[in-house]
């Protein structure tokens, strides 16, 4: 098995022989807050406020061929959002940014679904948040 990351003990990235599971379109925003005094006749000066929280998002391919099973990773996604999950993000063996991460937002698609309702295709879009 390759392990391409984590995030804490049971969101695994990894390819293998029976499984697959990883991310694509990854995206980290970093950003700081500014304030700006208004000066007669004079352009307006700047002064840094504070660093903003750190936003990561990625989108993920859930495929029962691929050895994952759809449902149940919505499911402990959906759970992660709405008990709080936090945990390390790990990518590559490092850490990603200096703190813990939750996950505020999911927006599945479910895309492929056999008779009798069984999932499974689905894309799912992770939006995390930084946590302090």
């Known amino acids: ?17 029976s499984r697959i599971l990883t991310f694509r379109d990854f995206s980290r925003t970093v950003s700081s807050s500014w304030a700006s005094h208004s000066r007669i006749g004079l352009k307006d000066r700047t002064e840094f406020v504070r660093p903003e929280l750190q936003k990561i998002k990625f989108t993920m391919d859930l495929n029962a061929t691929l050895g994952v099973r759809p449902r149940a990773m919505l499911e402990f996604l959906e759970n992660a959002v709405e008990d709080g999950v936090v945990n390390t993000l790990v990518i590559g063996g ?24 069984e999932l499974v295709s689905a ?5 995390m948040e930084e946590y302090l």
């Open 94 to 117: 490092k850490a990603v940014g200096k703190n813990q991460w939750k996950i505020t937002d999911t927006s599945e698609a479910w895309e492929i679904i056999y008779s009798g309702g």
């Open 1 to 17: 098995m390759a392990m391409i990351g984590c995030w804490g003990n049971d969101l695994i990235f990894s390819t293998s022989d």
């Open 123 to 127: 894309k799912v879009d992770v939006t």
